[in-house]
């Protein structure tokens, strides 16, 4: 079993930064790709962002590519979402996920990962 908790999330004005943590325990040594995903109010969860193991493969939602950044401390087992100048369409919960299955897959999709976590409420106000 792997656990995720999230962290970092609150209300911010439009144009403000925020940096989102999620830091994995349990069998962390089976931990592979992780990412981040997005579910606004009365809407679907949405990709946001992944990244391998190495961390050398990183993939963005068009959405947010150029405002958000992720990366990952394998040492302390966390991965990070920098999040620079938020719009109100970020106000969302986010959520970190992780892939145990494969070491080889980024995937953008919910069903390729196998644990997630209970999520961070992010809000923007304009």
């Known amino acids: 079993q792997v656990q995720l908790v999230e962290s970092g999330g609150g209300l911010v004005q439009a144009g403000g930064s925020l940096r989102l943590a999620c830091a994995t325990s349990g069998r962390t040594f089976s931990v592979y790709t992780m990412g981040w995903f997005r579910q606004a109010p009365g809407k679907g969860r949405e990709f946001v962002a992944t990244i391998s193991w190495s961390g050398g493969t990183t993939v963005y939602a068009d959405s947010v590519k150029g405002r958000f950044t992720i990366s990952r401390d394998n040492a302390k087992n966390t991965v990070y979402l920098q999040m620079n100048s938020l719009k109100p369409e970020d106000t969302a919960v986010y959520y970190c996920?992780?892939?145990?299955?494969?070491?080889?897959?980024?995937?953008?999709?919910?069903?390729?990962?196998?644990?997630w976590g209970q999520g961070t409420q992010v809000t923007v106000s304009s």
């Open positions: 996920a992780a892939v145990t299955s494969s070491a080889w897959s980024t995937p953008r999709t919910q069903a390729g990962y196998d644990y």
